[in-house]
């Protein structure tokens, strides 16, 4: 699950963590109220969207013009910024070319940088250690810095059962060139990272830019954060942080129905049951020459409910002209499958091709489910022969539009 800035800011504040001041605002009017809040005589009003290059994007209405974060020196300019970026789209480089609809704004004290530094803390799943992750290039994305300067990337992993030491943190301000005061600050911000990091359940922290200020203080100019779904039963605070607004509207309706559902870009609508085959689907679909337009496992206790909502969250995508149903009965059932395909199919009349693999327990009786119901549907005797078959009747459809 991911939230904003603004939140984000707000739960490392309470774990110690140096942060600017900062006030959120829901409307142009709040975010203007928001200077007599501040110190001064800078403010930087952002852009809150679950998504990364917000400094770099542009907004559709003006894609010639500022991003979506701006430095101000009056209120009126504030007041302008806000206008430019509420209920306006966002596009970056992460949103891809739809962009994202700005609802809320961000306003913060403005600082003296004296230097910038990148710094995240993950969960490394090779050495099932958490681990610390720390640059000079504060400010550039950490995948172009990997590539271009490894040797500037400091790596500190922790183990959980020991936690975090003293050690762990003068590394990475060592790593740094960090000295004096910045130095002691660095090593107190890592500290209460971690404790952020590990009491919340997180599954990602970054700060990008990590800046030491005029005063020699570290400080999250930025954050980003990321948690553990599985955890949200004990993370109240956080699972009421959630914005769905942010959230793609069918992965919202497949979360409710307690399934696996990624949006991609391609036409071939895909349900599968089991996180390996729905790979190896989409791999044999892009083997083929076409793209698929979803991961969708619909997992092994999936009800006759549970199988027609998937169908119908799979053909409410308007990109997909052709779906496949691959499914290896083992506990879910293939009777249960070919219900909810017909149920579905027939409540959203089916307008593309769909071709259907089934193998497994109870087989025959979905085979003569779907063979009954009156759709036309596809039958394919291996996943091999399923993806040939959709590839030719979407190729066909597309030509057909």
Same mark, same amino acid.
């Given at each position: 699950?991911?939230?904003?800035?603004?939140?984000?800011?707000?739960?490392? %504040?309470?774990?110690?963590?140096? @942060?600017?001041? &900062?006030?959120?605002?829901?409307?142009?009017?709040?975010?203007?109220?928001?200077?007599?809040?501040?110190? &001064?005589?800078?403010?930087?009003?952002?852009?809150?969207? +679950?998504?990364?290059? *917000?400094?770099?994007?542009?907004?559709?209405?003006?894609?010639?013009?500022?991003?979506?974060? *701006?430095?101000?020196?009056?209120?009126?300019?504030?007041?302008?910024?806000?206008?430019?970026?509420?209920?306006?789209?966002?596009?970056?480089?992460?949103?891809?070319?739809?962009?994202?609809?700005?609802?809320?704004?961000?306003?913060?004290?403005?600082?003296?940088?004296?230097?910038?530094?990148?710094?995240?803390?993950?969960?490394? *799943?090779?050495?099932?250690?958490?681990?610390?992750?720390?640059?000079?290039?504060?400010?550039?994305?950490?995948?172009?810095?990997?590539?271009? +300067?490894?040797?500037?990337?400091?790596?500190?992993?922790?183990?959980?059962?020991?936690?975090?030491?003293?050690?762990?943190?003068?590394?990475?301000?060592?790593?740094?060139?960090?000295?004096?005061?910045?130095?002691?600050? %660095?090593?107190?911000?890592? /500290?209460?990272?971690?404790?952020?990091?590990?009491?919340?359940?997180?599954?990602? @922290?970054?700060? !990008?830019?990590?800046? /030491?200020?005029?005063?020699?203080?570290?400080?999250?100019?930025?954050?980003?954060? !990321?948690?553990?779904? $599985?955890?949200?039963?004990?993370?109240?605070?956080?699972?009421?942080?959630?914005?769905?607004?942010?959230?793609?509207? $069918?992965?919202?309706?497949?979360?409710?129905?307690?399934?696996?559902?990624?949006?991609?870009?391609?036409?071939?609508?895909?349900?599968?049951?089991?996180?390996?085959?729905?790979?190896?689907?989409?791999? =044999? =679909?892009? +083997?083929?020459?076409?793209?698929?337009? $979803?991961?969708?496992?619909?997992?092994? &206790?999936?009800?006759?409910?549970?199988?027609? %909502?998937?169908?119908?969250?799979?053909?409410?995508?308007?990109?997909? *002209?052709?779906?496949?149903?691959? =499914?290896?009965?083992?506990?879910?059932?293939?009777?249960?499958?070919?219900?909810?395909?017909?149920?579905?199919?027939?409540?959203?009349?089916?307008?593309?091709?769909?071709?259907?693999?089934?193998? &497994?327990?109870?087989?025959?009786?979905?085979?003569?489910?779907? !063979?009954?119901?009156?759709?036309?549907?596809?039958?394919?005797?291996?996943?091999?022969?399923?993806?040939?078959?959709?590839?030719? %009747?979407?190729?066909?459809?597309?030509?057909?539009?």
């Amino acid at each position: 699950m991911n939230i904003h800035e603004y939140q984000a800011k707000e739960l490392l %504040a309470k774990y110690g963590v140096a @942060v600017p001041k &900062g006030i959120a605002a829901m409307s142009v009017d709040e975010a203007v109220a928001a200077v007599d809040q501040l110190p &001064g005589p800078l403010y930087v009003v952002k852009a809150q969207i +679950h998504a990364g290059g *917000r400094g770099a994007g542009k907004f559709k209405n003006n894609p010639e013009g500022k991003g979506g974060v *701006r430095l101000c020196k009056t209120k009126d300019e504030v007041k302008d910024a806000a206008i430019a970026m509420m209920n306006q789209v966002l596009v970056t480089k992460q949103t891809g070319p739809e962009g994202k609809e700005v609802q809320r704004l961000y306003v913060t004290d403005g600082v003296d940088i004296k230097k910038e530094y990148y710094c995240s803390v993950v969960l490394d *799943r090779e050495s099932s250690r958490v681990t610390f992750m720390v640059s000079t290039e504060g400010g550039m994305d950490i995948e172009e810095v990997a590539e271009k +300067h490894p040797e500037k990337i400091i790596k500190a992993s922790v183990d959980p059962a020991s936690g975090m030491s003293g050690f762990h943190a003068r590394k990475l301000a060592f790593g740094l060139g960090l000295e004096g005061d910045a130095l002691k600050s %660095a090593q107190k911000f890592f /500290v209460a990272l971690y404790k952020a990091f590990t009491e919340l359940d997180c599954s990602i @922290v970054e700060i !990008n830019p990590m800046i /030491v200020t005029d005063k020699s203080e570290v400080v999250a100019l930025d954050a980003k954060m !990321n948690f553990d779904e $599985n955890a949200l039963f004990r993370q109240k605070a956080v699972a009421e942080m959630r914005d769905e607004s942010e959230e793609d509207e $069918n992965e919202r309706e497949a979360k409710n129905w307690e399934l696996s559902y990624v949006r991609m870009d391609g036409n071939i609508g895909c349900m599968v049951n089991g996180a390996g085959l729905a790979m190896a689907t989409m791999d =044999i =679909i892009k +083997h083929y020459g076409m793209e698929p337009a $979803n991961f969708l496992d619909v997992g092994g &206790g999936a009800t006759t409910e549970r199988v027609t %909502a998937a169908f119908k969250i799979i053909l409410s995508d308007p990109k997909v *002209r052709g779906v496949l149903v691959n =499914i290896f009965g083992g506990i879910m059932k293939c009777d249960i499958i070919a219900n909810g395909i017909v149920a579905a199919a027939k409540e959203v009349s089916l307008s593309v091709p769909l071709v259907v693999r089934l193998e &497994g327990t109870n087989v025959d009786m979905g085979k003569d489910i779907l !063979n009954n119901s009156g759709l036309p549907i596809i039958a394919a005797d291996n996943l091999d022969d399923a993806a040939r078959k959709i590839v030719d %009747a979407t190729k066909k459809a597309l030509a057909a539009a």
